[in-house]
């Protein structure tokens, strides 16, 4: 088996049932295993990818969507990435330009390399990587999505629902 890890495809080198060391023939990329957990009707399927034996990551598989929900198009855009509050480190008001786009039927906001999956009318998962199971709040009536200490803003254009009407 293959993966790509770190830019590069790298073999799959089974260790014991269901985990693999990652292995590239000609780069170093450290001790990286993966190790897949298939879950029943209760739990979800999981990927944990370990570094160096001591840094973990869970990494849920994302739901299989046969078609996009037309909520999803209306997130798709160019947001502008704003500080929800003041900084006496800078007094920029755009810190950053994020994309949000549909790939493979995956929602994506590649910036934060994690998928987006909406939970709610107000609510977006992040899904994979390390903010993997946080959220993000959606509001409605502006387009603004809220995460961390920052605010993701539609860079021009009306507000837009996430929930069909």
């Known amino acids: 088996m293959k993966a790509r890890a770190q830019g590069?495809?790298?073999?799959l080198v089974p260790v014991h049932r269901g985990m693999f060391w990652l292995k590239h023939w000609l780069v170093d990329i450290g001790n990286l295993t993966v190790e897949f957990f298939a879950g029943d009707r209760r739990d979800d399927d999981i990927m944990l990818l370990t570094v160096e034996g001591?840094?973990?990551?869970?990494?849920p598989r994302y739901p299989d969507v046969e078609e996009v929900p037309s909520s999803w198009k209306r997130l798709v855009g160019t947001y502008e990435v704003r500080t929800r509050l003041k900084s006496a480190y800078s007094d920029a008001s755009v810190l950053d330009h994020a994309e949000i786009r549909i790939d493979d039927n995956v929602l994506r906001l590649p910036?934060?390399?994690a998928a987006l999956w909406p939970i709610t009318a107000t609510e977006i998962l992040l899904v994979g990587g390390i903010f993997d199971g946080e959220t993000m709040a959606y509001d409605a009536q502006t387009g603004n999505m809220v995460w961390q200490n920052v605010i993701y803003k539609?860079?021009?254009g009306p507000a837009r629902d996430?929930?069909?009407p």
């Open 162 to 164: 996430l929930v069909s």
């Open 111 to 113: 910036q934060l390399k």
């Open 54 to 59: 001591s840094f973990s990551i869970t990494c």
């Open 154 to 156: 539609p860079s021009g």
């Open 8 to 11: 590069h495809i790298v073999d």
